[in-house]
């Protein structure tokens, strides 16, 4: 930071520390009152008083002097007539080597060879701080010369996805509905990502059993059909694709092989019959046969219970 008082002098401060001005010296002019100091992007600074603006240069103005003495100039510039003295103002245009004085007769411009910073031409690939993504918007890919110029920024056509439907009941009437508001169901068959072995019971198929009484043996099947499916690891799609697959095949091998468990069932449930009745025939079994072994070791006493008229004996 660089101030200026009214005994004239300029003194240059290090805002870190408070403890005293880093540099200080007296204006070369000799005069007193005020003067215009401002700082460039460079570090350049600038005093203006009197008729002269001065110009000075880091490190010499920023390095610790204990005496007064000014330190060496970097460029002074004095104006051209009386007519044009006091300076009112000094600024440095930003990113430019351009110092503005404005005096009594108005402004003027000098030129303060690196008092701005350096603006690089980004057009030319100049840009020392351009990164990954700023090369690639300024470098032109080949997929964007080929493209059509009227394509570039023109609105997606609208979806020509539809579908007929027919109106309520009543009316014969045909609408299309457009591809989003179809169903999902709807909208994967469209697009061809549905799975086709699925099977679809429509309302008319489930109402058949109704009609012909209590259910009906389609609708019973179907039932049967839709149990299995709510079985883990029974309802995926490839499991039904793999059963309907072997639904109507005949294999020799299994058919003999389903043969043979049923004969091997068969002789174990005759010989469990000759162990359990011998050479005699098999009798048929009565519903309360379970209860008879329980009763034959049961003794038989009467009972004795009083009701209202007397005594009742119950064997």
């Not at 080929?146 to 996805?161: H, M, Q, R, T, Y």
């Not at 990502?193 to 008319?204: F, G, H, I, N, P």
Request: glycine fraction near 10%; charge should be positive; charged fraction near 30%.
């Amino acid at each position: 930071m660089a101030t200026s008082g009214k005994d004239g002098s300029v003194k240059v401060w290090d805002c870190r520390n408070w403890k005293g001005a880093v540099r200080e010296w007296n204006l070369r002019s000799g005069g007193k009152g005020d003067a215009e100091v401002e700082w460039s992007q460079k570090g350049v600074l600038a005093v203006g008083s009197g008729g002269s603006v001065n110009m000075y240069t880091s490190p010499s103005i920023k390095t610790p002097h204990t005496s007064s003495s000014q330190p060496p100039l970097y460029l002074t510039h004095p104006l051209p007539s009386t007519s044009h003295r006091p300076i009112t103002s000094l600024r440095f245009a930003p990113f430019q080597d351009v110092l503005t004085i404005g005096h009594a007769q108005g402004t003027s411009s000098i030129l303060v060879p690196g008092a701005g910073d350096g603006g690089m031409d980004t057009s030319e690939g100049l840009d020392l701080y351009e990164g990954v993504k700023g090369r690639r918007e300024r470098e032109i890919q080949p997929d964007m010369i080929a493209l059509d110029s009227e394509f570039v920024g023109s609105l997606a056509p609208p979806s020509k996805l539809t579908t007929d439907t027919t109106g309520g009941s009543g009316s014969s009437r045909a609408t299309e509905i457009p591809f989003a508001r179809l169903p999902r169901a709807e909208r994967l068959r469209v697009s061809g990502k549905a799975d086709l072995t699925e099977e679809v019971y429509s309302d008319a198929e489930s109402l058949e059993g109704d009609e012909n009484g209590n259910g009906g043996p389609k609708r019973k099947e179907d039932r049967e059909e839709r149990e299995k499916r709510k079985m883990r690891g029974k309802g995926k799609s490839m499991k039904r694709y793999l059963r309907k697959q072997r639904k109507n095949v005949i294999d020799p091998a299994a058919v003999a092989i389903r043969a043979k468990l049923e004969k091997q069932k068969a002789e174990r449930k005759a010989e469990i019959r000759k162990v359990k009745y011998g050479d005699k025939p098999e009798e048929k079994s009565v519903a309360l046969d379970w209860f008879k072994e329980d009763i034959e070791g049961l003794e038989i006493r009467p009972i004795m219970f009083r009701y209202k008229r007397g005594f009742v004996g119950v064997h």
